[in-house]
């Protein structure tokens, strides 16, 4: 019998490997993965919770979050579509577009 504790342990997992390529990584790409692992860790521990609750809050709660990691990624994509035409990198310490 697969318990709550185990999806907590899968989604606790899954997001220290998303902060984990957050902080080390160079790569806008792999920055951007990084962060929709650890909304999908987060969706899991919702999911997780809502079941165990009886409650259909946490996974109507998931819906939103999905909406949100489809708009990041998509706008996300585009900011770095634009960043490599104009540097031809998309490494995060070139682009420095924003600063004064």
């Known amino acids: 019998m697969i318990s ?3 999806y907590m342990t899968v989604a606790a997992i899954l997001f220290t490997i998303g902060t984990y390529g ?20 987060v969706n899991l521990t919702f999911i997780a ?19 949100v990691a489809a708009a990041e990624a998509a706008v996300g994509l585009g900011l770095m579509i634009a960043f490599y035409r104009n540097r031809e990198s998309i490494d995060v310490e070139d682009i420095n577009l924003l600063k004064w």
């Open 4 to 6: 709550v504790y185990h």
């Open 22 to 41: 957050v902080l080390t990584r160079r790569n806008a790409i792999v920055i951007f993965m990084s962060i929709e692992l650890m909304l999908n860790s």
């Open 49 to 67: 919770m809502s079941r165990h609750l009886n409650n259909m809050d946490g996974q109507i709660f998931v819906f939103f979050v999905m909406t």
